[in-house]
């Protein structure tokens, strides 16, 4: 009986131990395949925490370069705005400009318009006077227009005796005639210059200064006291031998230098006033 009863039991050991072994070792399987998954994971989980790490990166130098380029589009923002400002300034010069220039543009052309009509007068003048004095031999009185003014030039045989500033009757002839056109023509301002030779003066008279002062004030003195034309008009000056029309070598180059030259002159008064003088 006994035997009976322990081949069983025995049985049912051997069986436990085997299914216990197999079970162990289907355990440690299980737990290697873990293992393995586990290491598989923490590797992923590694290649993971990598790619983040380098995505962060790209993600901190995009934010940088982001950085970077808003600073420039400021600055350029800024940049645009002076060129802007600039523009601006510069439309405003140039509106400017343009004014002046247009204003100076029409001051030009009535200065033109002046300068015509100040050539109209000196010719109408200049016609006038030598119609006036056309009597008048063309060696002792000549009759020009230059420069906007007309020049009466008359030799010194003509108005005074050799040396000496006293007017005689043949120059006082011509200097009435003269002054009468002054007179009809009263916007005219009279220039009266006294000019002499080279050679040296002897007699009452210091020097060809003063000899050519002398002249020029005579002349004066006849036209204002003689014949009323307004003295405001009148300015004399002597030139001495520093202003010749010609050679002082000669006879003749003397003869013409000795000369007094009356300029007479277009008032100009609007035409300073457009410029400015």
Request: with cysteine; hydrophobic share 40%; charged share 20%.
């Amino acid at each position: 009986m006994k035997k009976i009863i322990i081949l069983p039991v025995l049985a049912i050991v051997l069986l436990q131990a085997c299914v216990s072994k197999k079970l162990l070792t289907q355990s440690q399987m299980e737990t290697a395949a873990l293992r393995l998954d586990s290491m598989e994971l923490a590797n992923r989980n590694a290649a993971l925490t990598g790619n983040i790490s380098v995505l962060d990166k790209n993600i901190a130098t995009l934010q940088a370069n982001i950085k970077s380029l808003n600073s420039e589009v400021a600055s350029l923002s800024n940049q645009n705005g002076q060129l802007g400002q600039q523009t601006a300034n510069q439309q405003n010069q140039l509106t400017k400009t343009k004014e002046e220039l247009q204003d100076q543009q029409q001051k030009l052309m009535r200065l033109q318009s002046l300068l015509e009509q100040q050539r109209a007068q000196a010719k109408m003048l200049k016609d006038k006077m030598a119609e006036a004095l056309k009597g008048f031999s063309s060696n002792d009185l000549t009759v020009v227009q230059k420069n906007g003014k007309v020049y009466v030039s008359l030799s010194e045989n003509l108005l005074f005796p050799s040396g000496s500033a006293v007017v005689n009757p043949k120059g006082i002839d011509a200097l009435s005639k003269l002054a009468a056109v002054l007179n009809l023509n009263s916007d005219v301002a009279v220039n009266i210059e006294g000019h002499t030779d080279s050679i040296p003066i002897r007699g009452r008279f210091s020097d060809n200064w003063d000899l050519s002062t002398a002249r020029a004030n005579s002349i004066v003195r006849v036209l204002v006291n003689n014949y009323k034309v307004d003295p405001v008009r009148v300015i004399a000056s002597g030139h001495s031998y520093f202003d010749p029309l010609q050679t002082n070598s000669s006879a003749d180059g003397r003869a013409k230098n000795r000369r007094t030259e009356i300029i007479l002159s277009p008032k100009l008064d609007e035409m300073y006033k457009l410029i400015g003088m």
